[in-house]
Every structure is written in structure tokens, then in C-alpha cells.
């Protein structure tokens, strides 16, 4: 039974494409293994420091050609720390037969990883996980800006191995010995988890849950995201811990707030987050980054979904930039400030900061 029936996949999209990635994979023996949301290639079984999956291939050095060997077994555990590149801006409908030898001709890879879409498009980025640091430098040095296709250079950096995730919108009722219990039975890996006051959502707590790894902070993310919890209102949201909100959660626990030191009064308010810098500064530095990297000039909308008589303003917010794979957006309570800034100012100052992070992690 082959892994990747036709079938499955929507026929009327990019079907060329895809028939060629089956033609690949019986001429090569390569078998792909596709769940939650991510086709993989390569890298030990679950439980097994060695093998293959049964994987046959070219796992030579510079093997772009077609191999049929098996190859030989990984003594000891996964390639250490620094081996794994991060692949952005892919064409949605480019796939492993063209991806996996372009990368193994600059090393040897252990594992490959192309994220997918429900149609069977690429969804736009991938992970390449090498033997050695030096063979993931080597991937950096040449396919970064690469053109994979006559127009489309794709980015390829260093991956961010991220195994912290902030959970936030929980109800206030949740208590710690709850979350760790609900945490330990949905995914897995967990560490340790912390429990917050919300920076952002009134009435609300917000969890940082450290996992083992990367792999199972990512796979802890997808539940969450699609499961029902049942801890949070409709403004639940999970993502990876940035470190700005990071350190000011950090800074909370070594200087309580009023509200905290005189029994909670004042939870029921949104805290507000540190003064943004000016507008056009925040704008200015987005903009560049995005010229650094080969894309436009970022569009942003703002809508207010909230008004509460104390002058918070809760915003929903989306910045769309022409040559990113999708859409950022979000929300965030502001409130009028002394310089007569309105709402949709700091709703657009707080977008671009969130987009800043997002694209520095990513790029």
C-alpha cells in the first residue's frame, strides 16, 4: 500500500506535481510518513536511536543522484543541537523529489520535514535536519536566496529549536494541579508548566508549558490548538512563548502589581503592555526587514471588537505582507494614552512589533 494514495489528495490541484513525487518515490524506494499536518523523511522510528524507517535512498554525500541501498544505522542518539535549517518562501507546489536531492547534494541529511495543507500543497516552508553542524552551515551558505525556480529564491537559516509554549484565555478557576493533570493527558513531554496572570485577555490566565523537545513542543501545539479543552473562553489562544512576553512575566514575578499584592482587585482590568515606541520607528524597522528579505511593504487592518466603559479597547488586527506564505494576526487590548494616540494607532504600533518577532523567528 503506498503512503501517499492520489486519492487522498484534492485531484484537481496541482496533480502534475503530485504524480511525479509518486513516480519519485517508487523509482527511489523512498517511503513518506505524513501526520499531524507534516510529511517526514528520514530520522530514527519513535523509541529507536537507529534505522531508518526502512527509508532507501540517496543518503550519500552529495547525493543527488538516485541510490537504492539501505543505509547504514545512526550509532547513538539524533544529530546534536545546530544540525537543522529552516526552509521558507517555498513554491506550494514543489515536493521531496525536487527538495530532498537539492539539499542532500550540499550534505547528509538525517531527516527531512515538508508541512502540508489538507489540498496537498506545501504549506510554503520545510525543516532539513543534517548529520553535522557543518553540513547544515554548508545549507545555509548555498541555498539561502537560492532560486529554486526562475523568481522564487527561497530563505534558508538556522532553525529556532523552541520548546516553550504560552497558553493563554484560560479560565481563572483553573488551578495548576488541573492545567498539569489536562497537559499530561493531551500531549507529551511536558516539563514543567507556570501559571500567569493574562497580559492581554481580562478575566483570564495564561500557562507557559516547557516540553523535552522541540518536536514535542510542536506536536503538544497542534493539539492544543484543535482540541477542546475546556479551560478557556472563545479567545483561548496557543503559541509558541515569545520571548518578550517572556521576560515581562519574568519581571511580573520579581515586582507584583498593586492588584496582585492588595488580593486580585484589579484582574478583572487588562494589564497594559510596556509604552510601544513611536509608530514610524516600529514602522520604519518592519519595513526594513522585509526589504532585507526580499518582500513588500507590509498592509495592516485593524478592527475594535470591544469597547468597555473604562476606556479599554479590545483590537483584532491582521498585517498582510506580498510574498509571505500567510497572513499574521491576532488581538490586543489598548487604551487611549496622554499623547491622544487612538486605539488603531496602538493597535498598528503592537501588529508590527507581533510581526517583527514572528518574521526574526522565522526568516
Not at 510554503?124 to 553540513?135: I, L
Not at 497572513?327 to 508590527?352: L, T, Y
Amino acid at each position: 500500500q503506498h503512503n501517499l494514495p492520489p486519492q487522498m489528495w484534492t485531484n484537481s490541484i496541482n496533480q502534475a506535481s503530485k504524480m511525479a513525487l509518486l513516480a519519485w518515490e517508487k523509482e527511489t524506494g523512498i517511503k513518506l510518513v505524513q501526520i499531524n499536518g507534516q510529511r517526514r523523511y528520514g530520522g530514527p522510528p519513535p523509541g529507536m536511536s537507529g534505522g531508518q524507517l526502512g527509508t532507501v535512498g540517496p543518503w550519500e554525500h552529495g547525493g543527488a543522484h538516485h541510490g537504492h541501498r539501505v543505509p547504514a544505522g545512526w550509532e547513538g542518539g539524533p544529530p546534536p543541537a545546530g544540525t537543522e535549517v529552516y526552509i521558507g518562501k517555498l513554491p506550494q507546489d514543489m515536493y521531496e523529489n525536487t527538495l530532498i536531492p537539492l539539499f542532500q547534494s550540499v550534505g547528509k541529511l538525517y531527516e527531512f520535514r515538508l508541512m502540508m495543507t489538507f489540498s496537498g500543497l506545501n504549506r510554503g516552508f520545510a525543516y532539513a535536519k543534517y548529520s553535522s553542524q557543518q553540513d547544515a552551515r554548508n545549507a545555509i551558505a548555498t541555498f539561502n536566496h537560492f532560486q529554486v525556480r526562475e523568481g522564487c529564491a527561497i530563505v534558508v537559516c538556522r532553525s529556532m529549536q523552541k520548546r516553550e509554549l504560552s497558553v493563554d484565555g484560560l479560565a481563572t478557576s483553573v488551578s495548576q494541579q488541573d492545567l498539569e493533570a489536562m497537559l499530561q493527558r493531551v500531549t507529551e513531554g511536558v516539563l514543567s508548566v507556570t501559571l500567569h496572570t493574562s497580559p492581554c485577555q481580562r478575566r483570564a490566565k495564561l500557562a507557559v508549558v516547557k516540553y523535552k523537545s522541540h518536536q514535542a513542543a510542536a506536536l503538544a501545539k497542534k493539539a492544543l490548538m484543535e482540541g477542546n479543552l475546556r479551560l478557556g473562553g472563545a479567545g483561548m489562544r496557543v503559541d509558541w512563548l515569545h520571548p518578550q512576553l517572556k521576560q515581562k512575566l519574568q519581571l511580573w514575578e520579581e515586582k507584583p502589581s498593586s492588584s496582585q499584592v492588595h488580593g486580585g482587585k484589579g484582574l478583572a482590568a487588562p494589564r497594559p503592555a510596556a509604552l510601544p515606541p513611536p509608530l514610524q520607528n516600529v514602522l520604519d524597522n518592519l519595513n526594513i526587514l522585509c526589504w532585507s528579505q526580499h518582500l513588500r511593504t507590509p498592509v495592516f487592518i485593524t478592527e475594535c471588537v470591544q469597547v468597555n466603559p473604562d476606556g479599554w479597547q479590545r483590537f483584532w488586527y491582521q498585517v498582510v505582507i506580498p510574498g509571505y506564505p500567510v497572513p499574521i494576526n491576532g488581538f490586543m487590548w489598548v487604551v487611549q494614552d496622554r499623547q491622544g494616540r487612538s486605539g488603531h494607532e496602538k493597535a498598528k504600533v503592537a501588529a508590527a512589533l507581533h510581526v517583527l518577532r514572528v518574521l526574526g523567528e522565522s526568516l
